[in-house]
């Protein structure tokens, strides 16, 4: 973990032919892991049965049968 770095939580969702997404930037990864464990909650409520194709420490991704679902992440961003 970088001193100067900033952490980027970023939302994507794709449903019923809709793709929408959302990004909110964060000063420390444990500030950032907290948001994206409330993002994958909430964004859970969207959706039935599907699977989990991805749960690592800094990205999650599920899809449902119909290939809808969601990906929420954290990018690690340092300035230039």
Not at 23 to 33: F, N
Not at 54 to 63: A, I, M, S, V, W
Request: a negative charge; proline letters at 1%; aromatic letters at 10%.
């Amino acid at each position: 973990m970088e001193k100067n770095a900033m952490y980027l939580v970023y939302t994507l969702i794709e449903q019923n032919d809709c793709v929408s997404d959302c990004h909110a930037l964060y000063a420390t990864l444990e500030r950032a892991k907290a948001a994206m464990n409330v993002e994958i909650e909430e964004a859970r409520e969207n959706f039935g049965k599907g699977e989990v194709l991805h749960d690592l420490e800094r990205l999650y991704e599920f899809r449902t049968e119909d290939g809808y679902g969601f990906t929420v992440g954290i990018d690690e961003m340092k300035p230039l």
